[in-house]
């Protein structure tokens, strides 16, 4: 019998987001629970850290959203064909976690001054952030090996407010170009991105 999943984030994509492709690629079912802040402060002295998002499966709880990540692309044999694609996978996908936090100290700044200051600090970032990408990156439209990892869809997660606001923001990287098609391509996160909610990250 399949397990019963079930993923608790706010209506956002931020942390929520790579898992939720993860399933969607895979055409694996489960509960997409989208809570808000009241009930989130309800929540949060229940749950295993005091954070979200949380991953049930059968009625087991964790969270920390990389180690869901993860165990969901175990599960659903997106985490890599050997050992060492699995490390690989993970090394792309911890990138794409930088790069994320790096979007959210700006996006999140406590004031105009420091948003700004590091609004500024962003191009130069994701510039070096593309060209090791592009350069590590395998040359058919996947980050490792010959098929779709949860490296790809980490980093289309990662690139898609870049993409939104520069829409030829890839145009120098072909190879990282490529990738993003591939998931574009995957009809489960095609269905998924044609019906989740518009959120602001």
Not at 4 to 13: E, G, H, P
Not at 88 to 111: E, R, S
Not at 132 to 138: I, P, Q, R, T
């Amino acid at each position: 019998m399949a397990p019963k999943y079930k993923l608790t984030y706010f209506d956002l994509r931020a942390r929520g987001e790579l898992t939720r492709l993860i399933f969607a690629a895979a055409g694996v079912q489960y509960e997409d629970y989208r809570i808000d802040r009241p009930s989130w402060a309800k929540l949060k002295e229940k749950t295993p850290m005091g954070q979200m998002p949380l991953l049930e499966v059968d009625g087991k709880v964790m969270c920390q959203s990389g180690a869901i990540a993860r165990y969901i692309a175990r599960e659903t044999g997106l985490g890599g064909k050997s050992s060492w694609e699995e490390a690989q996978v993970d090394m792309f996908v911890c990138g794409v976690d930088d790069l994320i936090t790096v979007f959210c100290d700006a996006f999140f700044a406590p004031d105009q001054a420091t948003k700004e200051e590091r609004t500024k600090a962003l191009g130069p970032y994701v510039s070096k952030f593309l060209g090791n990408y592009e350069k590590l990156s395998g040359p058919d439209g996947h980050l490792v090996g010959a098929s779709l990892t949860y490296a790809d869809l980490a980093f289309f997660v990662g690139m898609h407010d870049v993409l939104k606001h520069r829409a030829d923001a890839l145009e120098k990287y072909p190879k990282l170009a490529k990738v993003v098609e591939r998931v574009r391509e995957n009809k489960g996160v095609a269905a998924y991105i044609a019906e989740r909610p518009e959120s602001d990250i």
